[in-house]
């Protein structure tokens, strides 16, 4: 019940197209779901978070899509970018409590 | 959001020896976390490092085997002890605390460990 789970492993686009990945969870008290990316040699940073009370949140090229009702989350990367190649880590916390549960992470490779 | 600063980068260290990672945080945060991810892989949590009081371990993790301390609220070690070549990872210090409904979750860069 405490796992989030993660798709695709490993996501290949082109420059110009559309990422999306995919995570569910199960633990309907998680309240907070954010986003990860991570480069090689460096600690995962947060990219962009959502609450359970809004379906969608966008910051530049990164959308949150959320369905409540699914218990699914999703990250859109529009336009995406030879920069964007990273792995995206999803999670999920609850309440007070600060430790994060984590996917298993997605390499997402942007060709050119 | 706070900056932290985790030392050594990388080492190569020789089985049964003992290493002490440092992350130094440029403001003072709640909570601090130790974590462990090997190459290619998600992250795990080790323990949650509690300023004034003994860090609090996931399952599979010992004090005995990764000490931490905490001795005020910017500064946190994690020593791996009589390493194997099973503790070759990346260990990585993380902070977290609030601000507003904002949770931030910041990471050090990491420390990648090599055990021969």
């Known amino acids: 019940q405490q796992q989030v789970k993660q798709s695709p492993q490993s996501l290949i686009v082109q420059k110009g197209g559309i990422s999306i990945i995919n995570c569910a969870y199960e633990?309907?008290?998680?309240?907070?779901f954010p986003w990860y990316q991570q480069f090689p040699g460096k600690g995962p940073a947060l990219l962009i978070a959502?609450?359970?009370d809004v379906s969608e949140k966008k910051e530049g090229r990164f959308t949150i899509s959320f369905n409540k009702s699914a218990k699914q989350f999703s990250l859109h990367i529009m336009d995406s970018q030879p920069g964007d190649s990273a792995t995206y880590f999803c999670a999920a916390s609850k309440g007070s409590n600060y430790q994060l549960i984590w996917g298993a992470g997605t390499k997402l490779i942007i060709k050119p | 959001s706070a900056v932290i600063s985790q030392k050594p980068s990388r080492d190569i260290c020789q089985r049964g020896t003992s290493l002490t990672i440092q992350c130094q945080v440029d403001?003072?945060?709640?909570?601090m976390f130790w974590y462990r991810q090997q190459p290619g892989q998600s992250l795990t949590l080790i323990a949650t490092a509690n300023q004034g009081s003994e860090a609090t371990y996931e399952s599979g993790f010992v004090i005995d085997k990764f000490p931490i301390s905490r001795p005020n609220l910017t500064f946190s070690t994690l020593t791996v002890s009589n390493m194997s070549p099973e503790d070759s990872s990346i260990y990585l210090c993380?902070?977290?605390?609030?601000?507003?409904?904002?949770?931030?979750?910041?990471f050090g860069s990491g420390t990648r460990l090599t055990v021969v």
């Open positions: 993380s902070t977290g605390d609030r601000t507003g409904r904002v949770r931030g979750y910041t």
């Open positions: 633990n309907t008290a998680f309240d907070y």
């Open positions: 403001s003072q945060v709640t909570m």
């Open positions: 959502i609450r359970p």
